[in-house]
Every structure is written in C-alpha cells, then in structure tokens.
Nanobody
Framework: HVQLVESGGGSVQAGGSLRLSCAASGYTFGTYCMGWFRQAPGKEREGVAAIDPRAGRTVYADSVKGRFTISQDNANNSVSLQVTSLKPEDTAMYYC?????????????????WGQGTQVTVS
C-alpha cells in the first residue's frame, strides 16, 4: 500500500507562484511514475505533469509548458511541482499520483494511488 500526502497549495494573485509537494510512503519500490493532476469544479481530472524514470523524461500538458516544473527527490520519495505565472484558469484541486506500468503518463486511469489533494486558487 502507498500513501501520498500533498502540501503547498494556497491562494495567490495572477502571475504568482507556488511550490506543491507530495510525500510518498509505504511500498515505494521498483520503477514507478509520479504525476500531478488537477480538477476544477465541473471538469474532468486532467494531467498537468509527470515523471517517467523508465524513459528519463518529464512530460507536461500543453497548457502548463514553460510555467510548471516537476521534479523528484528519490532519496525522500517525494515529487514537487513548481507552478509559476499562475492564471485564474489554473484554479483547481491538485493531486499527485503514483503508478507502475504506466503507459500514458498524463492519463489519470493509469495511476493506482492518489493523494487527497491540495487546493490552488488564483484570482
């Protein structure tokens, strides 16, 4: 079993920045992917960024490229998302997720474990 705990959300003005963090604990062995997703009220959960260590790559949704940066700290089993140049349309609950054998790293159904989320509000 895996536990994921997000932190770092908050309320900021447009153009501001935040750093979201996700700490993983439990059975975190093997080569797994970690991703950040977001869900706004009335909308589907969408992938914004992911790390795929199998390919040594990071992947971003077009809507956040150049503004968001995902990074992983393997020693501490954590993943962070630096979000900059925030826009009101970035307002959402942000979730981190972990999964093995992930094929499409920005697809929510590929991930098995999820955190409870951290709210980001941009005004």
């Amino acid at each position: 079993h895996v536990q994921l705990v997000e932190s770092g959300g908050g309320s900021v003005q447009a153009g501001g920045s935040l750093r979201l963090s996700c700490a993983a604990s439990g059975y975190t062995f093997g080569t797994y992917c970690m991703g950040w997703f977001r869900q706004a009220p009335g909308k589907e959960r969408e992938g914004v960024a992911a790390i795929d260590p199998r390919a040594g790559r990071t992947v971003y949704a077009d809507s956040v490229k150049g503004r968001f940066t995902i990074s992983q700290d393997n020693a501490n089993n954590s993943v962070s998302l630096q979000v900059t140049s925030l826009k009101p349309e970035d307002t959402a609950m942000y979730y981190c997720a972990l999964g093995w054998a992930v094929r499409d790293v920005l697809r929510a159904y590929e991930y098995r474990y999820w955190g409870q989320g951290t709210q980001v509000t941009v005004s």
